[in-house]
C-alpha cells in the first residue's frame, strides 16, 4: 500500500502561483508514475500533469506553459509548481500513483489516491 498526502494549497488571486506537494509513504515507489489530477464543483475530475519514474513529464493543455511538475524520489515527494493560475484552476487537486509501467493520463490507471487539497483562485 502506498499512502499520498498532498499540501500547499489555498486562496490566491488570478496570477499568483502556488505550489502543492504530495508526500509518500509505505511501499517502495520510486519506480511509480505519479500525476495530478483536479476536480472543479460539479465537473469530472481531470488529469493535469504525470511525471515517470524517470522524470518524464506529461500536461494537459490548459496548463502546459504555466505548470510544472517535478519529484524527489529520495524524499518520496511530488510537486506541482502552478504559475500564472486562473479562476478557472479552482479546484481540489489530488495526487495519484500508478504501480505499474507507464504514464497514462486516464484516472482508472491509478492505483493510489490522496486526500486532495483545495486551490480556490479568485479573480
Known amino acids: 500500500q502506498v499512502q499520498l498526502v498532498e499540501s500547499g494549497g489555498g486562496l490566491v488571486q488570478a496570477g499568483d502561483s502556488l505550489r502543492l506537494s504530495c508526500t509518500a509513504s509505505g511501499r517502495t515507489w520510486s519506480n511509480y508514475a505519479m500525476a495530478w489530477f483536479r476536480q472543479a464543483p460539479g465537473k469530472e475530475r481531470e488529469f493535469v500533469a504525470a511525471?515517470?519514474?524517470?522524470?518524464?513529464?506529461y500536461y494537459a493543455d490548459s496548463v502546459k506553459g504555466r505548470f510544472s511538475i517535478s519529484r524527489d524520489n529520495g524524499r518520496n515527494t511530488v510537486w506541482l509548481q502552478m504559475n500564472g493560475l486562473k479562476p478557472e484552476d479552482t479546484a481540489v487537486y489530488c495526487c495519484?500513483?500508478?504501480?505499474?509501467?507507464?504514464?497514462?493520463?486516464?484516472?482508472?490507471?491509478?492505483?493510489?489516491w490522496g486526500q486532495g487539497t483545495q486551490v480556490t483562485v479568485s479573480s
Open positions: 511525471i515517470s519514474w524517470g522524470g518524464s513529464t
Open positions: 495519484a500513483a500508478r504501480s505499474d509501467y507507464g504514464v497514462p493520463t486516464r484516472e482508472p490507471l491509478y492505483d493510489y
